[in-house]
């Protein structure tokens, strides 16, 4: 079965600095990757998605990430953080669609 | 969450009572799941509702765990005889059309402890 590591449970940034939140993940088929953030106080939202094609793939709030596979990740990059990006994210990775496994999420916390 | 409904957003019950979650999502949506968040976990597949199809269970942890999906719409969470290490935030999630080409619409969940 496939599941996912976040390296990172807590980063900590000033804001406007630059930012990478790690994942790696295991499967023995071919996966579809997810970001989601969680603002606090909220759900869980969709930031983007790798399902096929260009292996960076663009998502919500000036987030990106790129699909590695032969390094089995999908780090998640932010050239300049704002204090409004402080939130809970979430990698998860799905090989059937339908049952989509979550890593235990990094927390980001951007200072001013 | 936008879409999806939770009810109680917070639960305390002592162990060994039961409990029911309630997951109230707007009508249309086909695909409905059921996720666990513990304290330093990520998120826990529990169940996994699509269409009239039989119910994808292979998460729940346990035969104290079921749940159900009453026409097509609301769907309840039943954890019976609750123990201490089922207090947790549960999620509930729906989709277009179930798969992952339909993002997942997250509720803003129910904690439970369990004391």
């Known amino acids: 079965a496939q599941s996912v590591t976040q390296l990172d449970s807590q980063v900590p940034v000033f804001e406007e600095a630059p930012v990478e939140l790690r994942c790696n993940y295991s499967s023995s088929v071919s996966v579809y990757l997810f970001w989601y953030v969680q603002y606090p106080n909220q759900g869980l939202q969709l930031l983007l998605k790798?399902?096929?094609?260009?292996?960076l793939v663009k998502g919500i709030n000036g987030f990106e990430a790129e699909f590695n596979k032969s390094q089995t990740s999908f780090h998640l990059r932010k050239p300049s953080v704002h204090i409004s990006d402080t939130a809970e994210y979430f990698c998860a990775v799905s090989d059937d669609g339908n049952d989509m496994r979550f890593g235990a999420g990094t927390r980001l916390t951007v200072k001013p | 969450g936008a879409g999806v409904s939770q009810s109680p957003s917070n639960k305390v019950t002592e162990k060994g009572k039961d409990v029911e979650l309630r997951c109230d999502p707007i009508s249309g949506h086909t695909a409905l799941y059921w996720y666990r968040q513990s304290l330093g976990q990520g998120l826990e597949f529990l169940i996994y509702f699509q269409g009239n199809s039989a119910p994808d269970k292979s998460g729940l942890p346990s035969d104290r765990f079921s749940a159900e999906r009453t026409g097509g719409s609301v769907s309840t969470l039943t954890i019976q005889r609750t123990q201490q290490e089922d207090s947790a935030v549960y999620l509930c999630a729906i989709s277009d059309g179930g798969g992952f080409n339909s993002p997942l619409h997250f509720g803003n969940g129910t904690r439970l402890t369990v004391t």
């Open positions: 790798y399902l096929s094609g260009s292996t």
